[in-house]
């Protein structure tokens, strides 16, 4: 079945230090790959989005990469600040069986970031 | 950005009674609307994806007699849940797209906590 896997576990870091968050998947072709903030008792915000045929994206402090003979993307966040504190989900999309575009959501990783 | 509201964002209920929540996209036109649910600690689970007036694609286990969904417009989308009980407690939340921007990027609401009693 598809799987998504992502850092379970908290990931604290010092201010200023950059940020590497991991999202694995197995059984499946997506043909995009999404990553999401998301705080506690909100709905998720939309970071960065880069398809299948992209290598890497990056947006101010954002860089995504996406490799997928290896199935993974990567997720950094450089110079990191106290406000990027939240959890991190990793979506992959593409065509379900109804022929629609859907997206599996990963479990997400909490990031810390210490002042 | 593209803003998407939810209401209510937190609603208590006795257990048997139905709860209604709208999904609005605010400054687009959502052809197509998501809806997810979240319990604590836990992944997205995607329940149903709408098309604007068509109906909704459950996915397998979602009974769609139990969650109604109704996306009647392009910037209104509302989710039923009839004869609610204690274990449909969950965060609700749902998502919006542009289709014929040819973006790929949804946007979602902020949620809506719901605690049947």
């Known amino acids: 079945s598809q799987k998504i896997e992502q850092n379970s576990e908290a990931l604290n870091i010092q201010e200023g230090k950059t940020a590497t968050l991991t999202c694995n998947y197995t059984?499946?072709?997506?043909?995009?790959l999404q990553w999401y903030r998301q705080d506690p008792g909100r709905g998720p915000v939309f970071l960065l989005l880069?398809?299948?045929?992209?290598k890497e994206k990056r947006k101010e402090r954002l860089k995504v990469t996406f490799d997928t003979t290896l199935k993974q993307s990567l997720f950094h966040i450089t110079a990191s600040q106290p406000a990027d504190s939240a959890t991190y989900l990793c979506?992959?999309?593409?065509?379900?069986?109804?022929?629609?575009?859907?997206?599996?959501f990963g479990t997400g990783t909490r990031l810390k970031v210490l002042a | 950005g593209a803003v998407v509201s939810q209401h209510p964002s937190r609603v208590i209920c006795k257990s048997g009674t139905s709860v209604k929540i709208e999904c609005r996209s605010l400054?687009?036109?959502?052809?197509?609307m998501f809806w997810y649910r979240q319990f604590p600690k836990q992944s997205l689970m995607l329940m149903a994806t709408?098309?604007?007036?068509?109906?909704?694609?459950?996915e397998q286990g979602v009974e769609k007699d139990k969650f109604l969904i109704n996306h009647a417009s392009l910037t209104l989308s509302t989710l039923t849940v009839t004869s609610a009980h204690p274990e449909d407690s969950s965060f609700y939340i749902c998502?919006?797209?542009?289709?014929?921007?040819?973006?790929?990027?949804?946007?979602f609401g902020p949620g809506t906590r719901l605690t049947v009693l």
């Open positions: 979506a992959l999309g593409g065509r379900g069986t109804s022929g629609t575009y859907k997206y599996i």
């Open positions: 059984n499946y072709s997506p043909a995009y």
């Open positions: 400054d687009f036109q959502a052809t197509t």
């Open positions: 709408s098309n604007e007036g068509s109906k909704a694609t459950y």
């Open positions: 880069i398809r299948e045929n992209e």
């Open positions: 998502s919006a797209r542009d289709v014929t921007s040819g973006r790929y990027e949804q946007f």
